[in-house]
């Protein structure tokens, strides 16, 4: 489509249908903007790569309305971008008067394992989360392998 023509057809709908547009777009580029699989497949204690089994959270991080405690993730899915460490108890989001608790942990990519995120299961997928590579840390167990050339 022409710039004119784009133009035109923007000059043409409405508001609202320009809201709608906007939305749409929006959407589409935020789903094609998640690398990781929606399903992470999880890893048996003998499974996968050397890897380390446990990362040590030494402060409870908060991210927006996420709070991750403190304590011991264990290592338990993987998939194509990183590995995935269970939190040792669920997620507190804090909403209006109370707490909705969720399912996460921390996310390692395999081809930074110094870049941390946390991660959520929301709606059926997990959602990745702000930055945790500066919490204080320390992994327990084998070296997690960079990937190169992805």
């Known amino acids: 489509m022409s710039d004119k023509r784009l133009q035109r057809f923007l000059l043409n709908i409405s508001t609202p249908q320009r809201l709608n547009l906007f939305l749409l777009v929006t959407c589409h580029l935020s789903l094609l903007g998640c690398a990781g699989s929606s399903h992470p ?6 499974e996968g790569p050397p890897s380390r089994r446990y990362l040590e959270l030494y402060s409870e991080k908060q991210i927006a ?3 991750f405690p403190a304590g011991v993730y264990t290592l ?4 194509k971008i990183g590995y995935y460490y269970r939190a040792p108890r669920k997620i507190a989001e804090r909403a209006g008067q109370g707490s909705v608790w969720r399912d996460g942990g921390i996310f390692v990519s395999k ?3 110094q870049k941390l995120r946390g991660y959520i299961f929301r709606a059926g997928t997990v959602t990745h989360i702000g930055n945790l590579s500066r919490v204080r840390h320390r992994f327990v167990g084998e070296d997690i ?3 190169s050339g992805l």
Do not use: K, Y
Not at 41 to 46: D, E, Q, T, V
Not at 76 to 79: E, F, G
């Open 41 to 46: 497949r999880l890893i048996s204690p003998s």
């Open 65 to 67: 309305t996420l709070h």
């Open 76 to 79: 338990d899915a993987v998939d």
């Open 111 to 113: 081809r930074e394992p």
């Open 145 to 147: 392998p960079a990937e």
